[in-house]
């Protein structure tokens, strides 16, 4: 039986943490929108981006598997 009753390995949860830190940037970029509300291109374009490549980095996060599990 496998010692490691963890469901990921130290690895997923690296990788949990370095999207998580990408979501927190892409809401600190719509947060430093110069624009009222928001409304410029940080606020509307590029923070949107970030938040949303860090989201998609985290289901790679939680589907990684390294070469010694599979």
């Known amino acids: 039986m ?3 009753h963890f469901p990921f390995s130290k690895k ?3 990788l ?3 999207g998580l830190g ?3 940037l892409g809401f600190a970029i719509i947060g430093l929108d110069n624009e009222p509300h928001g409304f410029g ?3 509307l374009t590029l ?7 860090g989201f998609v980095f985290q289901f ?5 598997r ?3 599990s599979k």
């Open 2 to 4: 496998d010692k490691n």
């Open 12 to 14: 997923n949860y690296q």
């Open 16 to 18: 949990m943490l370095i």
């Open 22 to 24: 990408i979501i927190v």
């Open 41 to 43: 291109f940080m606020g």
């Open 47 to 53: 923070g949107p981006i970030v938040t949303l490549f």
């Open 60 to 64: 790679y996060a939680i589907f990684y």
């Open 66 to 68: 390294s070469e010694k």
